[in-house]
């Protein structure tokens, strides 16, 4: 599955801006499904709620940082 980085690097730059945290670990694979499927994403009280379908996901700032982590050390291979 390859990352458009392009796009990619503009919601990592959006992500980066606001404060975030995720409480449902997401896995590295699942990631750029729930950014395609993501049609709404929210700043509440210091959490970014994702809403993929009829999941709703609430992301801890230590997993998105290690996801933001993993996807940049990805992108940076191809």
Known sequence: MKLDSEIFSKELALLKNKTVTLSKKI????????????????????????????????????????TIIDLSKRCKKK
């Open 27 to 66: 896995q590295e694979k699942e990631w750029p499904l729930i950014r395609q499927k993501t049609t709404k994403l929210v700043n509440q009280t210091k959490k970014f709620t994702v809403q993929k379908s009829k999941d709703i996901y609430h992301i801890s700032k230590k997993t998105l940082d290690r």
